[in-house]
């Protein structure tokens, strides 16, 4: 039916139809505007250290939608937005050595690899 999306992360309606949802949540401008949105509300650290003990929600992975939105307790943030984070956090941390970064990328990489999407679905 003709219900309107509103991203808050771009602060835009889109047309409804998942497809125009899909497209527009792939969009390089989406994900920064939402990358933005959680820094402006939270330290990067924080959320990698929340996300590290968080796992993928498969309903995201597949139809890129999930009713919980941002209060879903599953991860809804894919590898590259994870690294954009990441990078950010690197420069927040600079001198600081209390999180180690590269070891926790290896750490999500490698549970990735033991789980393939087939066994999870
Ligand atoms: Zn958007
Ligand atoms: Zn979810």
Redesign the pocket.
Known sequence: MGRKYYCDYCDKRLPSGSNHRKSHNRGSQHINNKLLYYLRFQDPVEILINERLKTS?I??KQSNS????NN?K?S?RSNYELFQLIEQAKQNLNNQNNFDVHRWIQRKLSNESILPESLVS
């Open positions: 929600c309903k995201w999930c009713l919980f939105g879903c599953f809804h």
